[in-house]
């Protein structure tokens, strides 16, 4: 984690204005990307890590300043899913509840838990904004992907939220404009997605190939690498790689020029991008099935990156933003029905 501050891997979306680099959206798509291919765990507690200016843009001018007065090395954790409550008192609000994924929550400078709000006001959620002393880390990261992420539970018993350093997620006026934090979250967080997958992808065909040139297969006199189904397989594979990879390419761009100009997402905009990730996601997760079956029995050792990447592929696509589902809603939208955009 000290090496990945130092390198600026926090400070991506942090304005410039506060010591950030405003990162554009294709470099910043290539630092996830080579930091996926080291290890999806570390790209995915960048990525969210470094989401900080997303939303908190969306409170008050004052409060976003002063979360980046000691400096644009801002780490976030938390969870949009509002399993907390909060209610209202006077200068703010109570907040109790427990969240689930807050990925590198260990290493968090400031948390974020969305909360219901108990007093009937519309609408009825609202994000609140706590620091580290005010909430518990359950261990309860134990899965089989992304293992490294510390993804665990967090809980709050009553702490106290001032009024300014809460907010509404979707529908509010950003208190800070800059290119990089225009693009829609969800639309934002599906090409982050896709390209911690196309990483992952990146890597496992690195360490397939550097296994085949090693390895020779039981009953056979040749490395792995001079087999004709091998040498097809890789082929195919290094060829998917490519597409899913330009593909997604083509929408960042897309969405870069229309961030960078100011200019609305459309329906059909953002239906495009999650299409295209969602789909991008779910080739990646079926080139490391083939990298990791073409390994063999190789494959099944924990010292083999290979099984590593396996899970890690998999455990991408279950993510909300991935579900398989969103086809219908992109389909919905292409074919011009009406469609709630709220978490689209």
Known sequence: ???LVAAGCFRTLVPRSHGGVELDLPVQMQVLEELARADASVAWTVMIGSE??????????TSFDALYAAGPDVIMAGSANPTGTATPVEGGYRVTGQWAFA?????????????MVDDGREPPVRMMVL????????????V??????????????GAFVPDENSFVVFGSEPSVDVAPLRIPELTRAAIQIASVTIGVVRGALDEILALAL???????EEPLVSNPLFQNQFGEAETQLRAARMVLRGEVDIAWAKAQAGSPFTPEDRAHVRGTTIWVA?????????????????SLYTSNPLQRRLRDAHALTQ??????????????VLAGQEVDLTLF
């Not at 990925?103 to 909360?115: I, K, L, P």
């Not at 090693?214 to 056979?220: L, Q, R, S």
């Not at 080739?283 to 190789?298: F, I, K, L, P, R």
């Open 131 to 142: 620091p580290p002393s005010d909430v518990e880390i359950k261990d309860t990261w134990s």
């Open 103 to 115: 990925s590198g929550c260990q290493h968090a400078h400031w948390f974020v838990g969305h909360c």
């Open 1 to 3: 984690m000290d090496e």
């Open 319 to 332: 993510h909300f933003v991935m579900k398989a589902d969103t086809f219908t809603k992109v389909g919905a």
């Open 282 to 298: 779910k080739t990646a997760a079926a080139v490391v099935d083939a990298a990791y079956q073409a390994g063999g029995s190789s």
């Open 52 to 61: 900080g200016p997303v939303l908190f843009r969306m409170l008050p001018r």
């Open 214 to 220: 090693d390895k020779t297969p039981t009953f056979t």
């Open 144 to 157: 089989s992907g992304l293992c490294g992420t510390g993804s665990h539970d967090v809980v709050v018993n």
